[in-house]
């Protein structure tokens, strides 16, 4: 069972980047995803979750209106669009699958932001 975040890389402000969120061994489909960050010397924070259910998603308010998650359960991939990327934004992005009991965290991917 695992889960892999991809996609992180260097960025110049105002790109763009997509991560995806890969599950093995186990599917996607019926768990809650979220998407989270820990930048240098700072607390990992929330930035995006999406049901299981409908495809509700719900977004932090700094990333509001510049990030977009969705899911391919076809694919068993969880994806965060990241648009007009800030230089606050730099950090390593973990993805997150959450069913009842059962809390599975993927290894991290490095975003930079810096021209």
């Known amino acids: 069972v695992q889960l892999q975040a991809s996609g992180g890389g260097l960025v110049q402000p105002g790109g763009s980047l997509r991560l995806s969120c890969a599950a093995s061994?186990?599917?996607?489909?019926?768990?809650?995803i979220g998407w989270f960050r820990q930048a240098p010397g700072k607390e990992r924070e929330g930035v995006s979750c999406?049901?299981?259910?409908?495809?509700?998603?719900y977004y932090a308010d700094s990333v509001k209106g510049r990030f977009t998650t969705s899911r391919d359960n076809a694919k068993n991939t969880v994806y965060l669009q990241m648009n007009n990327l800030e230089p606050e934004d730099t950090a390593v992005y973990y993805c997150n699958a959450v069913l009842g009991r059962q809390n599975f965290w993927g290894r991290g991917t490095l975003v930079t932001v810096s021209s």
């Open positions: 061994g186990f599917t996607l489909d019926g768990y809650a």
């Open positions: 999406i049901s299981s259910s409908d495809g509700s998603a």
